[in-house]
């Protein structure tokens, strides 16, 4: 079975800080992974996506991703956080058939001033 | 383009109605899915449609149910409410296989 493990489900920053926010996954085959984000009352924007091309993966607003296979892991990171970016974070894997996504429980961002 | 529109987006029910909720998908985009969101349990997949074919659908009870129509267009219908089944509601759609885009959903309060 197919599985997403978020390690944090708090990640605190000050603004101008690095974020690392971190995903591991679990697949019996080659995963189509992203990264959404939540603002509060609203529905998911994608912020990147993997899909068996580079291996680090750059999406909106400054974020990036990596993929590495050995660790099976997709950390997000960011090198300078903004207060806009305090919101919910929610790493995703695609089943195989591309018909449904598994939805890790996410990571809530604060980032304070 | 228009993104992905879902009515209503607010709507509270009573225990042991039904309810119905509607997704218009993104111009072009044949494949719409449905999520429901809770605190306790994140996010669960529902089901997925394609050219009005259910092709996937997750562990949820009977009582939910979906069409897809010709359109693309998508209801997912709940009957018999239940207090837990009070969550947003989210709709996603894409082409065949590639990126999903997800509405801003529909919150649905049972009382």
């Known amino acids: 079975a197919q599985s997403v493990t978020q390690l944090d489900s708090h990640v605190s920053v000050s603004e101008g800080t690095p974020v690392l926010l971190r995903c591991n996954y679990s697949s019996s085959y080659s995963p189509s992974l992203f990264w959404y984000v939540q603002h509060p009352n609203k529905g998911l924007q994608l912020l990147l996506k993997?899909?068996?091309?580079?291996?680090l993966v750059k999406g909106i607003n400054g974020f990036e991703a990596e993929f590495k296979k050995s660790e099976t892991s997709f950390h997000l990171t960011k090198p300078s956080a903004h207060m806009s970016d305090a919101a919910e974070y929610f790493c995703v894997a695609s089943n195989q058939a591309g018909t449904a996504l598994i939805f890790g429980k996410g990571t809530t961002l604060s980032v304070s001033s | 383009k228009a993104g992905v529109t879902q009515t209503p987006r607010y709507l509270i029910k009573t225990r042991g109605q039904q309810v119905t909720l509607s997704c218009s998908p993104i111009?072009?985009?044949?494949?719409v899915s449905w999520y429901q969101q809770t605190p306790g349990q994140g996010l669960q997949f529902l089901f997925e449609y394609f050219s009005e074919t259910q092709r996937n659908k997750g562990n949820f009870p009977g009582r939910f149910s979906g069409r897809q129509f010709s359109n693309s267009r998508s209801e997912m219908n709940v009957s018999t409410l239940e207090l837990g089944d009070s969550a947003l509601y989210l709709c996603a759609s894409s082409l065949a296989g590639n990126t999903i885009y997800f509405g801003e959903g529909s919150w649905l309060t049972v009382v």
């Open positions: 111009s072009g985009h044949r494949s």
């Open positions: 993997y899909t068996s091309a580079a291996t």
